[in-house]
């Protein structure tokens, strides 16, 4: 999507952290989100944070939203190879509608 | 945990035919969104569903239509069916009164116009 950016690929060694970008131009974006798609597969929720926190943690998952530079980040600790997939960031602002907006993905490859 | 239902997960039409995809939201879920993703693409924008009236219309063609119906599942009506339409349909389906918060997609339709 086009208000919604993310780089296209990123290239991991399994154990290492993987850190994925996403920007947005939407400064009244109310909720951020990450899925990941596995070839052929659906879209899994993996996390959403709400524009009024910076962080959020789970498991082995850690979001950083910098409102200011409208970057979200998603940080994967301990890569493993079961998480090569594409990486989606989504944004609503549901003062405006309630559709999603996707960035374009970010393929991971987890190499072992 | 329940999750979203769509069906059928695969349906092959030939052009100009017509299609219909179903979807049902997870239980006391109000909000029923359609998506279209098309090969190496993100999910674009249809149409959406807020306690069975139409809450938001995206890049839908006129060929499409949809509803959601009393019991809160929706099809995704599609008629003259076109090769471009061959995609990966996705529902998704939230609680608005929370927020949205979290959004669900389900599986996913591949239709295949030939």
């Known amino acids: 999507g086009e208000d919604v950016e993310q780089s296209l690929f990123l290239s991991v060694r399994e154990g290492d952290s993987s850190v994925i970008n996403c920007t947005y131009t939407d400064s009244s974006s109310t909720y951020l989100y990450w899925y990941k798609q596995e070839p052929g597969a659906g879209l899994q929720l993996l996390t959403y944070?709400?524009?009024?926190?910076d962080m959020k943690q789970d498991q082995r998952l850690t979001v950083l939203l910098n409102k200011k530079d409208k970057h979200l980040s998603l940080r994967i600790a301990d890569t493993q190879t079961g998480d090569s997939a594409i990486y989606f960031c989504a944004e609503i602002n549901n003062n405006a509608g309630n559709m999603l907006t996707f960035g374009g993905g970010t393929r991971l490859m987890v190499k072992p | 945990a329940a999750g979203v239902i769509q069906s059928p997960r695969h349906l092959i039409k030939e052009k100009r035919e017509t299609a219909t995809l179903k979807c049902y939201p997870i239980p006391r879920h109000d909000t029923v969104y359609w998506y279209q993703q098309g090969p190496g693409q993100d999910p674009q924008f249809l149409i959406s569903f807020y306690e069975k009236m139409q809450s938001d219309k995206g890049s839908i063609p006129d060929r499409f239509s949809a509803q959601q119906f009393s019991d809160y599942h929706s099809e995704l009506n599609m008629s003259s069916l076109e090769l471009g339409d061959s995609a990966l349909y996705f529902c998704?389906?939230?609680?608005?009164?929370?927020?949205?918060?979290?959004?669900?997609f389900g599986e996913g339709s591949r239709l295949t116009v030939l």
């Open positions: 944070i709400f524009s009024n926190m």
């Open positions: 998704a389906s939230s609680y608005l009164g929370q927020g949205p918060g979290e959004l669900f």
